[in-house]
C-alpha cells in the first residue's frame, strides 16, 4: 500500500539498525510517549532490533489507559441510567472501573453505543430527541479537535441533549510532571507524530532546553520509529538537547492553526487526574463556560464513588516507565486481557496488553 | 352465486399476500403451511422436503459421515457479496468440507421476528437455493418459529449438514506433523470488513465485498488428487491468526508464518489501518488453510489456483516442531521488516482504536 509500504522496507530498516549500531557508544534510555508507537514497537520488534545498550520505556501517552478509575465510574453510572445513550470509543468500552466496564453496563441492559466519531454520537441526537445522548470524550490534542467539532455542530443544531463527559488530556504537562520527577531515568523523548500534527512543537522547545533533554517528534511506522531513534541517539551522542522533527510528512513547527483555534475557542486547560500518575495540573481540556451546558458531569448528578484501584497492580509505575511489564508479579498470571487489573493490560495501546499479546512466551528459536 | 360463497368464513386477503410475517406464521395452522408451501419447497425444490414428512430419509453409502450445525445471525442480513442465507449454506456446508466430507444434505430452522417483511425471506429462501446449488447439497428438512416483534434480530438462521467423508485419513489437528506447509486458499479480511462497512455505513473508494463462497470443490479436488491432506480449517471467527493459533494448540505444535505471504487486498488493508485492525484477525468466510506435507505443496496450490476463480492460493508458513508436553502450542510470524513476533488469540473481537 502506497505511504505504508515505504516505511516498512526490510532493506531500510536494516540500514538503519546498523547505522544505529555505528553511533552507539554509551547506554541511553529513551521514551516514546505515544501508545500508538508503543504498540507499533511491540509489534514489529523494533526494540528486539536495538543495540543492548538502548533501552526503551514505555510512556503515559494512551488515552485510554490514563483515565482515571473516577471518571469510568463516572461513565458507568451514566450508561445505566435509562434516560441515556452513551457513546464511545470501541476500546474504551473495557477497561475496567472500580467495579464493572461499559461492555457489561450494555450486557446488563444499558445503551451503550461504539462509535466510531465524536460526530456519530451528534447523529444519534439528533435522531433520538427523547434521550440523553453522552459521548466519552476521551483522547489528547490530537482527538480534541473532532470533540469540538461536535460540540459546535451540535450548538449549531439547537440540541438539547447531546453532552460530554470530558478526560481530555495534554502530552506536555505530562512530560514536564515525569521529567520533575526526582526518580526521572529517561534521556530522551520521541514526541508523538499525531499530537504535534496539531499542536507543533514549538512549545517543547523550552521544555527539552529547561531539562536539558533531546525531543523527536517521530511517526509510527516501523522506519519513522528507528529513524526517531536514530535522531535521538545522535542528539544524546553529541550531548546536544533540541527539538527535532522526524515526521515530516505531517507536521510543521507551528502545528495546525485552525485546529490550535478551535480548541481555544470551546476548551480550556484544567487539572486532571491521571491514572498511575495521580493528578497534574493543568493537564487536562475541559469545556470553556460559554459552552458548559455540554458537559455532562454538570447535567447529571455524578456524585462519584470511591474508585477503587487494584492493590497489586503496577500501571502506574509502568506509565511513568519505572517498571516494564514483565516486572509485574501479576503479568500473564493474576492479570491477563480477559481479567485485566489494570487499564494497561486491556487498551491494545496499553503496554501490558502489547506485551502479553507479542512477548508473552518467548519463541523458540 | 352459492351459499358458501355469500358466507365465505376466510379472511378476505390471500394468506400469501400479507407483506410482513405475522406470529400467526408460526403457529402451526394454516398460515403457517402457506408460509412452508409457497414460500420454503418451492424455493429448495428438494424431493425429501416434496414428502412433507417430519424428517428426511437419506440413503447414504459411505461408511463414515460427518455433521456439523452452526447458527447465523449476521446483521445487516443482506451486505455486498451476500446475504445471511447465502451464509448460512455456505457456512455449514464449508465446516462439513474442512472434515474431508462431500455435502449430502442440510436443514434449515428459521426464527423469524414477527414484522419481517415477507419478501426478504423469499430473497433469503432463493439465495439458500443457488447457494445449495453451487455446493452441490438439497436442503431435506427444516423448522420455522416466529417470535413477537422486538424479540429477534429480523431473521435468525440455524442449518445442520452431513456429508460423507472421502478421505481415508483423519483430517484433523492431530494428523498435522513437523515439515508440514501451511497453504491459504487466497486473500484475507473481506468478509469482516465487507459486514462492518455496512452495519457501520463506512464508506470506501471501491465497495468491499464478502469473499462468502463454498469450498467443497476445491477440497474434494486435492483430495481426488490424492494428496495427504492432514488438516484442513476455515478462517472465520478471530480470522487466520485464531484458526492457527487453535491448530498449534490442538496439534502442540510451533508454526511459522511469514506476514510478507499472507495476501491481504490493497482497499482491505487500508481499511484496518483506518480502524486500528489487524487483518489476520478479521473473519472470512471463504477462505481456508490447508496443512499438508511440504513436498505435496506445489501440487496443491496448482489445484487451489484452478478450483475457484478470484483467489491467490499462497504458502505462507511451516510446522516448526513439537512443543514439549505440556506446553500450549506456538504461533509466530516473521513480519516485514525481519523481526519475529508472537500471534495469539484475542480475548474478545477486536474493537476500533481511538488514535
Known amino acids: 500500500m502506497k505511504f505504508i ?51 526503551l520505556l514505555h510512556g503515559p501517552g494512551c488515552p485510554v489507559c490514563v483515565t ?23 476500546d474504551m468500552m473495557r477497561v475496567p472501573g472500580s467495579h464493572k466496564d461499559l461492555l457489561s453496563v450494555k450486557a446488563e441492559g444499558g445503551d451503550v453505543r461504539m462509535v466510531y466519531s465524536p460526530a456519530d454520537a451528534v447523529r444519534i441526537a439528533h435522531e433520538c430527541p427523547d434521550r440523553q445522548v453522552v459521548f466519552f470524550g476521551i483522547g489528547f490534542e490530537t482527538t480534541a479537535p473532532a470533540n469540538v467539532a461536535a460540540i459546535l455542530q451540535a450548538r449549531q443544531m439547537g440540541l438539547k441533549n447531546f453532552s460530554m463527559l470530558m478526560a481530555l488530556v495534554l502530552v506536555k504537562p505530562a ?54 531513534i536514530f535522531m535521538a541517539i545522535a542528539q544524546l551522542e553529541q550531548g546536544r538537547a533540541e527539538v527535532e522533527n522526524q515526521y515530516t510528512r505531517a507536521v510543521r513547527r507551528e502545528g495546525n492553526p485552525a485546529a490550535i483555534a478551535m480548541i481555544e475557542k470551546v476548551l480550556m486547560p484544567v487539572d486532571r487526574a491521571w491514572r498511575g500518575l495521580g493528578m497534574i ?85 | 352465486m352459492t351459499l358458501s360463497d355469500n358466507f365465505n368464513l376466510n379472511c378476505p386477503l390471500p394468506k400469501a399476500d400479507y407483506p410482513y410475517v405475522l406470529l400467526a406464521h408460526g403457529g402451526g395452522g394454516r398460515l403457517m403451511h402457506r408460509l412452508i408451501e409457497d414460500i420454503f419447497i418451492p424455493a429448495f425444490g428438494s424431493q425429501e422436503l416434496e414428502l412433507r414428512h417430519d424428517g428426511a430419509r437419506l440413503d447414504i453409502e459411505s461408511s463414515a459421515v460427518v455433521m456439523t450445525t452452526d447458527s447465523y445471525v449476521v446483521h445487516p442480513l443482506f451486505f455486498p457479496g451476500g446475504d445471511i442465507g447465502s451464509l448460512a449454506v455456505n457456512g ?51 423448522d420455522t418459529k416466529v417470535v413477537d416483534k422486538g424479540r429477534g434480530h429480523g431473521l435468525f438462521i440455524t442449518t445442520a449438514g452431513i456429508g460423507e467423508v472421502k478421505s481415508s485419513r483423519l483430517i484433523a489437528p492431530s494428523s498435522v506433523r513437523p515439515g508440514d506447509v501451511i497453504l491459504i486458499n487466497g486473500d484475507v479480511g473481506r468478509h469482516g470488513i ?41 478462517l472465520t471467527r478471530g480470522g487466520l491468526a485464531t484458526t492457527l493459533v487453535e491448530i498449534a494448540d490442538a496439534a502442540g505444535v510451533h508454526i511459522a508464518i511469514e506476514e510478507a505471504a499472507v495476501p491481504v487486498r490493497e482497499e ?41 476463480v478470484d483467489c491467490t492460493p499462497m504458502r505462507i508458513g511451516q510446522v516448526v516442531e ?34
Request: proline share 6%.
Open chain 1, 5 to 55: 509500504d515505504e516505511y516498512r522496507d526490510p532493506q531500510a530498516t536494516a540500514r538503519l539498525k546498523r547505522e544505529i549500531e555505528r553511533i552507539t557508544t554509551r547506554p541511553w534510555t529513551i521514551m516514546e510517549i505515544c501508545g500508538g508507537q508503543t504498540h507499533a514497537i511491540v509489534k514489529n520488534g523494533i526494540d528486539l532490533l536495538l543495540p543492548d545498550k538502548i533501552t
Open chain 1, 68 to 90: 482515571s478509575v473516577e471518571l469510568i465510574d463516572k461513565a458507568v453510572t451514566l450508561a445505566a441510567r435509562p434516560e441515556v445513550i452513551f457513546c464511545s470509543f470501541g
Open chain 1, 175 to 228: 512530560i514536564a510532571a515525569l521529567l520533575s520527577d526526582p526518580d526521572n531515568r529517561v534521556q530522551a523523548f520521541l514526541a508523538a507524530g499525531h499530537v504535534c500534527a496539531v499542536t507543533g512543537y514549538g512549545d517543547y522547545e523550552p521544555l527539552a532546553a529547561r531539562f536539558h533533554v533531546p525531543m523527536v517528534v517521530t511517526g509510527f511506522e516501523p522506519l519513522d520509529i528507528l529513524q526517531g
Open chain 1, 281 to 365: 495540573p493543568s493537564s487536562g481540556l475541559g469545556l470553556r463556560t460559554e459552552y458548559a451546558e455540554f458537559d455532562a458531569g454538570k447535567r447529571f448528578d455524578l456524585t462519584a464513588c470511591i474508585a477503587e484501584e487494584s492493590s497489586i497492580c503496577i500501571s502506574g509505575l509502568i506509565l511513568q516507565g519505572r517498571m516494564k511489564p514483565p516486572d509485574c508479579t501479576a503479568f500473564g498470571t493474576a492479570c491477563t486481557p480477559e481479567h485485566p487489573l489494570g487499564a494497561t493490560m486491556v487498551s491494545s495501546e496499553g503496554a501490558c496488553a502489547a506485551y502479553y499479546r507479542y512477548r508473552r512466551t518467548k519463541a523458540p528459536h
Open chain 2, 92 to 142: 455449514t456446508v464449508n465446516d462439513l468440507a474442512m472434515c474431508g466430507a462431500r455435502p449430502t444434505a442440510l436443514s434449515a430452522a428459521f426464527i423469524i421476528e414477527e414484522g419481517f417483511p415477507v419478501e426478504s425471506l423469499v430473497r433469503v429462501a432463493q439465495s439458500m437455493r443457488a447457494a445449495a446449488e453451487a455446493a452441490g447439497v438439497r436442503i431435506v428438512t427444516g
Open chain 2, 194 to 234: 465487507a459486514i462492518m462497512a455496512a452495519r457501520e455505513g463506512l464508506e470506501f473508494e471501491t465497495t468491499i465485498e464478502s469473499d462468502c463462497a463454498p469450498l467443497v470443490d476445491s477440497v474434494m479436488r486435492m483430495l481426488d488428487a490424492g494428496l495427504d491432506l492432514h488438516c484442513l480449517r476455515d
Open chain 2, 268 to 308: 482491505i488493508r487500508g481499511a484496518c489501518e483506518i480502524l486500528g485492525f489487524d487483518p489476520l484477525y478479521v473473519a472470512n468466510e471463504g477462505r481456508f488453510i490447508a496443512i499438508l506435507p511440504g513436498k505435496e505443496a506445489d501440487r496443491a496450490l496448482d489445484i487451489l489456483r484452478k478450483s475457484a
Open chain 2, 322 to 355: 513439537r512443543v514439549p508436553d505440556g506446553q500450549p502450542g506456538l504461533v509466530t510470524m516473521t513480519s516485514v521488516i525481519g523481526s519475529e513476533r508472537i500471534i495469539d488469540m484475542l480475548s474478545g473481537e477486536q474493537l476500533p482504536r481511538i488514535c
